[in-house]
């Protein structure tokens, strides 16, 4: 009999572990997946078949080639009653595109928090009810041809992220942008990459944001966008390397004088008369790190990197990337030596030169640096294609060059 009876155990069902677990335990694994994973739950057990359909929350990403195809996303969107937190589409082929409208206006009311589209090229035209999602947290949108604001428009009240990457505004679109903008009070991040606002003019809008700690600008145009003081910002990334006509780059940098972490990419305005960037109206008392794209062989960019270092007086990383080409106006180590003031980079620890090309500026500059700051720890330097000397030749020169701090140690990478 004993052996009878244990074989009807083993042939009993085993124990559904996953439905024990609490409900919501169960909710909070589920919700944590993206669409695909969690219908795929629905053949762990009989008890899961349906399951995902009552989560309080759901996540549509990947939506396009090689994700969720459209006709998933149209089903979801119709049997599916609850939130949807995350609605990601990258790579939209032709029939996707033409689904999006109705897609947005779906997820309109159920409490989404990020918005993340990603259009084909040609850039496709967004539907203006991404703009009554009052939940969102995160708006990043690529390529797309942006739509005037509804007149429902009330703002962000919660958004924190808006990526703005390749798109077009309608017919003077700075207006929109700078309502989008302050409509946003608690925004921390804002990237405008090749915004085009399609402005006749330029009569100037303001970048805002008293809670924005990341800022992010790369145009080729000048849009008329100015910056406003921002007294939390924390990092800046602005590049206009193709940009030939913002005139106010001073007025630029002001606004960006809280600053702590500053990339520029062009650290210099257009060469015209009255734009060399010899003085500044602010002084960067919290930058600690900046990186310039820059050049040694013209003297508006020579001034403008010494104007630089001279209103920095707490920095103690500086990473110098050469945009090389070598046709240098004469500026010596006495030229270089004028523009050094006393107090000048007292605090620089780290310094990290890439592309170096060895012309005669370049090393009066690396001379200087060594000579003057007091406590640099770490030099880096990297040749570039083209330089003027042999790896041997640079280092040998290198290190006959004074070192002001005892701790000073030269890093160097040949061609």
């Known amino acids: 009999m004993a052996p009878s009876r244990r074989r009807a155990r083993s042939s009993e069902p085993a124990a559904d572990l996953l439905t024990s677990l609490p409900p919501l335990l169960l909710d909070s694994i589920l919700t944590r997946l993206d669409l695909r994973d969690a219908v795929r739950t629905s053949a762990l057990s009989r008890a899961w078949r349906r399951r995902w359909v009552d989560l309080p929350c759901l996540s549509l990403s990947r939506i396009g080639r090689g994700g969720i195809p459209a006709v998933a996303v149209d089903s979801v969107l119709l049997r599916y009653p609850g939130n949807i937190s995350?609605?990601?589409?990258?790579?939209?082929?032709?029939?996707?595109?033409?689904?999006?409208?109705?897609?947005?206006?779906?997820?309109?009311?159920?409490?989404?928090?990020s918005i993340d589209l990603k259009g084909p090229a040609p850039a496709f035209a967004l539907h203006s009810s991404v703009f009554l999602c009052t939940s969102l947290v995160c708006l990043k949108l690529h390529l797309c041809l942006i739509p005037p604001l509804p007149v429902e428009f009330t703002g962000f009240p919660v958004l924190k992220q808006l990526e703005l990457s390749g798109v077009t505004f309608p017919p003077n679109g700075q207006i929109q942008l700078e309502a989008i903008i302050k409509a946003s009070p608690l925004l921390d991040t804002l990237s405008l990459i090749y915004v085009d606002t399609y402005s006749e003019a330029f009569p100037g809008w303001v970048i805002w944001g008293a809670n924005l700690r990341r800022l992010t600008i790369v145009s080729k145009d000048n849009h008329g966008w100015q910056v406003a003081e921002l007294p939390n910002l924390h990092e800046a990334t602005i590049n206009l390397q193709s940009c030939e006509n913002f005139s106010d780059f001073g007025g630029l940098l002001a606004g960006l004088a809280q600053v702590r972490k500053l990339v520029l990419n062009k650290c210099y305005p257009p060469f015209t008369e009255g734009h060399i960037l010899e003085t500044l109206p602010c002084t960067f008392d919290n930058l600690k790190s900046l990186t310039l794209w820059t050049h040694f062989e013209e003297t508006p960019t020579i001034l403008s990197?010494?104007?630089?270092?001279?209103?920095?007086?707490?920095?103690?990383?500086?990473?110098?990337?050469?945009?090389g080409f070598l046709d240098e106006e004469e500026a010596d180590g006495e030229f270089q030596n004028a523009q050094w003031t006393d107090g000048m980079c007292p605090n620089l620890q780290v310094v990290r030169l890439k592309g170096v090309l060895c012309s005669s500026n370049e090393m009066c500059f690396i001379q200087l640096l060594l000579s003057k700051a007091t406590v640099l720890r770490t030099m880096s330097i990297n040749l570039g294609y083209g330089s003027l000397k042999s790896s041997e030749d640079a280092l040998r020169e290198l290190i006959t060059y004074r070192r002001a701090s005892p701790h000073a140690q030269i890093f160097f990478d040949g061609k």
């Not at 990258?90 to 997820?107: E, K, M, P």
């Not at 990197?305 to 945009?323: G, Q």
Request: proline share 2%.
């Open 86 to 113: 995350n609605f990601s589409i990258h790579s939209l082929d032709t029939h996707s595109a033409r689904r999006v409208d109705d897609w947005l206006i779906a997820v309109r009311n159920r409490g989404v928090k």
């Open 305 to 323: 990197t010494f104007c630089l270092l001279r209103n920095a007086p707490n920095l103690e990383e500086l990473d110098i990337v050469i945009e």
